[in-house]
């Protein structure tokens, strides 16, 4: 069992910036992949960024890559999501989840926070 906590969300100004956070608990953390997805009124989850727990790779969504960093301190068993740019677009609930398995299929979803990107 994987427990997601995020936090973090809020409201910012077209071109400001938010750092959310996902505390983890229940299995080591420094064994998990983890992502962050989000989901906009009306549309379904999308993927945003990942981090492997090997080598701390990274992956982007097209649309966020030079904007968002995805980051993890192993040592607090949290893994972040540094936003910059934001864009109105970006508005949705951000969930992080965990891939437990390896196969990049999450299994483990926090409750999610919310953004809002005021134009």
């Known amino acids: 069992q994987v427990q997601l906590v995020e936090s973090g969300g809020g409201l910012v100004h077209a071109g400001g910036s938010l750092r959310l956070s996902c505390a983890a608990s229940g299995r080591t953390f420094y064994t998990l992949n983890m992502g962050w997805f989000r989901q906009a009124p009306g549309k379904g989850r999308e993927f945003v960024a990942a981090?492997?727990?090997?080598?701390?790779?990274?992956y982007y969504a097209d649309s966020v890559k030079g904007r968002f960093t995805i980051s993890r301190d192993n040592a607090k068993n949290t893994v972040y999501l540094q936003m910059n740019s934001l864009k109105p677009e970006d508005m949705a609930v951000y969930y992080c989840g965990a891939d437990t398995n390896y196969d990049n299929e999450y299994d483990y979803w926090g409750q999610g926070t919310q953004v809002t990107v005021s134009s």
């Open positions: 981090i492997r727990w090997s080598a701390g790779t990274t």
